[in-house]
């Protein structure tokens, strides 16, 4: 079973909400990715997902493509990202990992060579952005020859069609994306995301991750009642944005203490 699959059957059996932070790949410098991909999954993290930079973040607001702009300052690259992924292998064979990125640089490597990279180096994932499932042609076959789930962006406008699409052809979870915007929105309507994924739980069966706009404890909470996962990105990119220039293991401590926040903040809501 995909190491997705298994962690979210094992939390929902035990009544969790799965914990999937974001991290740029090379943000702040290359050195530092695997060190915080360990510190995130010391500090709570469920599942990993790790951006690939890309020069048109197309779906990003301002801070995650500043953080890409720094990764390819130092031209972070596919290669790179797989070789963080199987340094990361060594010590952690359970943890999740999700890659999200855009087609390009896939398509610039060729679909079935990355299929197979990425499962050589450890992924057990891929939400390529700008990839809807009716195109995914060999694409889509690809990744399943390699056994990686094909993970897709729903949002409140997709259409019963496409999220019909995306039943069929997506695998381990679904992105609920909770508002409309860019990453790093702050408009959070909970009744509003109560609705829809409710919507969404009778056209899919898959477990339902809502990201965009969980930035704290309060938005996490509202978020850990309503969906099998919670997926934060902007508001720990800012923090290392704020720190890019400091050592390590000062990143660590500030995405250390954002994360017991989220952390408590879901453990009370499923227990509740």
């Known amino acids: 079973m995909n190491r997705i699959d298994a962690t979210l059957a ?3 059996e035990q009544g969790k909400t799965a914990l999937i932070p ?3 790949a090379g943000d702040p410098h290359p050195d530092m990715t695997v060190s915080l991909m360990h510190s995130l999954v010391e500090q709570g993290a469920d599942m990993l997902e790790l951006g690939v930079p890309f020069s048109d973040p197309m779906a990003d607001g301002p801070v995650i493509q500043k953080a890409v702009e720094r990764a390819l300052a130092y031209h972070v690259s596919m290669k790179d990202v797989f070789r963080y992924v199987t340094e990361f292998r060594k010590t952690d064979a359970k ?4 890659l999200m990125g855009y087609l390009n640089p896939i398509e610039a490597m060729g679909v079935e060579t ?3 990279h990425a499962k050589e180096a450890g992924v057990d994932g891929v939400l390529t952005v700008d990839m809807p499932p009716e195109e995914t042609n060999g694409y889509l076959s690809a990744l399943q020859d390699e056994t990686l789930n094909r993970i897709f962006l729903v949002s409140p406008t997709t259409p019963d069609g496409r999220l019909k699409a995306v039943n069929d052809m997506g695998s381990g979870f679904v ?5 409309k915007g860019v990453t790093g929105s ?7 995301v109560a609705q829809h994924v409710g919507h969404l739980r009778q056209k899919t069966a898959m477990p339902v991750a809502i990201g965009f706009g969980i930035r704290d404890g309060d938005t996490a909470y509202q978020m850990a009642k309503l969906g099998d996962a919670i997926i934060v990105g902007s508001a720990l990119v800012s923090l290392v944005e704020q720190n890019a220039d400091q050592q390590l293991s000062v990143i660590e401590q500030v995405l250390s203490d954002k994360m017991r926040e989220f952390k408590q903040a879901i453990n009370k809501a499923d227990s509740e």
């Open 10 to 12: 094992a939390l929902k």
């Open 22 to 24: 974001y991290i740029t």
């Open 95 to 98: 943890t999740p990992i999700i």
């Open 114 to 116: 990355f299929a197979k």
């Open 175 to 179: 992105y609920y994306v909770s508002l």
């Open 186 to 192: 702050k408009a959070l309507d909970a009744s509003d």
